[in-house]
């Protein structure tokens, strides 16, 4: 994976975990914290962090890979939902503008993961334009 990419994954990761750290603690001091752990009690997305982890055990793994990228996207979606529920609490009713900023943030962080994760566990499978295999050489250093 190209050094750029790398960057502004883990950038993009910073600013929504830092984004989530700011206004779930401003949720918190408004008493919004409460709605905020009802919503991370939800199982919906545990039970689909679930069926990942399941699949990655019963998948054999490609060639190359050091670990299944499933057991990872089981363990980082959920963490990506709890900074997304903190990020949320932040304001009762936030503007459009706002929430659709929040959603592209959160949503963005959930690629940026998935693609680091992809490019540690499987770098075979990396995109050619990430700077993955059959990239042109500038693209992978």
């Known amino acids: 994976m190209h050094p750029v990419a790398i960057v502004v994954c883990a950038l993009w990761i910073a600013v929504a975990t830092m984004t989530a750290a700011i206004r779930g603690v401003r949720g918190a001091k408004e008493g919004r914290l409460r709605l905020a752990m009802t919503r991370l009690k939800s199982p919906t997305i545990y039970l689909f962090a679930a069926y990942l982890l399941i699949a990655a055990l019963v998948t054999p793994k490609s060639p190359g890979e050091t670990t299944s990228p499933l ?33 592209l943030l959160h949503g963005g962080a959930v690629l940026a993961a998935a693609a680091l994760i992809l490019a540690i566990a499987s770098p075979q499978f990396v995109p050619t334009w990430l700077g993955g295999p059959g990239a042109p050489v500038e693209l992978r250093q």
């Open 71 to 103: 057991m990872w996207l089981a363990f980082s979606i959920p963490l990506a939902n709890a900074l997304a529920v903190l990020s949320a609490a932040g304001k009762p009713k936030p503007s459009r503008a706002e929430a659709l900023g929040l959603a």
